[in-house]
């Protein structure tokens, strides 16, 4: 049987998914500050940050492997921890990257043990993820005077592209092995 015939979910007891979601958190605060070091150092700013989008990373991992619960609580307290720690993400973004991370979280971890390629379950996540921040954006603005602007959901996209290319190329090698290791393991 092939990695991609058995489950990715790989963390299976409530005590193992909540450690992952932990650890998942972490990093998604850890790494995007090591991005911005490098853009303060560089004098490139947030720029980083905005191009590889570092903290979507730990986000799609835990949903892949520890499920929609772990990956949804991980990808809503990620930002939010992010930002009482460093205050970064900037508060009027904040709720947005919430929801869209959750999003990611959550959706990854419900497509999880779909059959289909991991490229084809991170781009339905990817798109499910960015169309729920749109429609949260809009909703802000139009309805509750967020300073967020509706151009936002457009001006984020090309910037991070780069992130997103690193993305698909690196989350389903991880599955990939992870899953295979797992198997031999089994």
């Known amino acids: 049987m092939t990695a991609a015939m058995h489950s990715t979910l790989v963390f299976k007891t409530i005590k193992t998914k909540t450690i992952a979601a932990i650890l998942a958190v972490a990093a998604a605060v850890a790494i995007p500050q090591l991005f911005h070091v490098l853009g303060a150092v560089s004098g490139l700013g947030t720029a980083p940050g905005e ?16 499920g929609p619960v772990a990956g949804g609580v991980a990808g809503a307290l990620a930002p939010l921890v992010s930002f009482w720690l460093t205050a970064m993400p900037k508060a009027p973004m904040l ?26 379950k991170l781009l339905i996540a990817q798109v ?10 809009l909703l802000g603005f139009y309805v509750f005077s967020s300073p967020i602007a509706p151009a936002t959901i457009w001006t984020s996209l090309l910037p991070g592209l780069p992130g997103l290319l690193l993305q698909w190329i690196i989350l389903p090698l991880l599955v990939y092995r992870v899953a295979n290791a797992q198997n031999n393991d089994a």
């Open 51 to 66: 191009v590889f989008l570092p903290m979507h990373f730990a986000i799609f991992a835990v949903g892949f492997f520890a």
């Open 95 to 120: 709720p947005f990257m919430m929801i869209e991370l959750c999003v990611y979280g959550l959706a990854t971890g419900l497509l999880a043990n779909v059959k289909m390629p991991t490229l084809g």
């Open 128 to 137: 499910a993820g960015r169309a729920v921040r749109a429609g949260a954006i």
